[in-house]
């Protein structure tokens, strides 16, 4: 159960809302975010909600079956909406178009590539300055003075950013100089750095895991809103299978399975998800049918020559490419 309490509500009354809670033997959470203030109730009796509904400060109840409360569509009849300033959005209508290097590599190449989305009329930037590597003798990121570089130019340029955060630590230093805060997929259930980012008031996009279900994509999600952000995003990126055909299995069912189940925009990353420069495309596509509400994929001006994962990065012609059949196919779907 769900109670969302009025902006003006006294201690008071909450108190009394959540005694009245108590004797119905549900327990108890108070979560306040940027967007709204809640009472989360779990318990597994039912009762009649008339009984509480009458007290002060209450402005709505609702009754969420599913154990993931404040990320279920089952509450919010309005999907979420991330505004990143400037008249840039995602979800609820507005289709996000994200790409980049996989890792940052040096000024010429952050250049390059915002005017590569300059040119295509895009507005976020993705790409690494902390890199989890399988390998520790690869290339592992610029690191916090990369950021700060990627920063100035991107902002120089009217351009956001997303990049990857990998341990508590790093999340109040990388502050000032990203947009949206990334949980890369070996990170989805790092518990403790999920409950800092609920601290943040800025976006988060939370991949889905290596091996991950989808609802453990969205309990990861509910400790981020849970602590107090809501300005969240999803992102599936494919998981490991006994395939050995492609680096990962894309899972395209994840994407309408997430926004029946979910009110949080879902992202498609078919890069990491097929991990094959000449599938990213359809799978992109394929993605973007299936209901997705933005595409981050991999672009660096000479792919085979960049410092990670270059055998799934686009050059800037394929991306150029992938991004006009991407709004071919959202104007055949009457979205954009």
Avoid at 9 to 20: K, N
Avoid at 26 to 55: A, N, P
Avoid at 168 to 177: F, G, L, P, R
Avoid at 305 to 322: H, P, V
């Amino acid at each position: 159960m769900i109670i969302q309490f009025e902006p003006n509500i006294s201690q008071e009354s909450r108190q009394i809302v959540a005694e009245e809670m108590k004797a119905h033997k549900y327990k108890t959470t108070e979560v306040k975010t940027q967007k709204g203030d809640y009472l989360v109730g779990i318990g597994k009796e039912h009762f009649d909600i008339r009984k509480i509904g009458h007290l002060d400060g209450i402005k709505d109840i609702h009754v969420v079956s599913d154990d993931y409360k404040l990320v279920s569509s089952k509450w919010k009849v309005n999907q979420t909406q991330i505004d990143l300033g400037d008249g840039i959005k995602i979800g609820d209508g507005e289709f996000a178009i994200m790409a980049g290097p996989c890792s940052i590599e040096g000024e010429e190449n952050i250049m390059k590539t915002i005017e590569h989305l300059k040119a295509n009329g895009l507005s976020i930037m993705r790409g690494g300055v902390f890199k989890p590597r399988s390998s520790p003798y690869s290339f592992r990121g610029m690191g916090l003075e990369g950021l700060k570089l990627w920063y100035k130019l991107a902002r120089e340029h009217g351009i956001k950013i997303v990049t990857e955060v990998m341990q508590v630590s790093q999340i109040e230093e990388m502050y000032e100089y990203v947009d949206i805060y990334q949980v890369g997929a070996r990170n989805t259930q790092n518990f403790n750095l999920l409950d800092e980012l609920g601290k943040v008031d800025k976006p988060v996009m939370i991949k889905r895991g290596i091996s991950g279900t989808i609802d453990e994509l969205l309990y990861s999600a509910e400790y981020v809103f849970s602590a107090g952000n809501e300005r969240l995003m999803l992102c599936e990126r494919g998981i490991r299978t006994y395939e050995r055909a492609s680096r990962n299995t894309f899972d395209i069912n994840a994407i309408p399975i997430l926004k029946d189940k979910t009110h949080l925009p879902v992202i498609a990353d078919p890069s990491h998800g097929i991990g094959i420069r000449d599938y990213v495309e359809p799978i992109a596509l394929a993605s973007t049918i299936a209901g997705a509400d933005g595409v981050i994929f991999e672009a660096h001006e000479v792919p085979d020559k960049a410092l990670s994962d270059g055998q799934q990065t686009l050059s800037f012609d394929a991306s150029s490419r992938l991004i006009a059949k991407i709004r071919k196919v959202l104007e055949l779907n009457g979205s954009y």
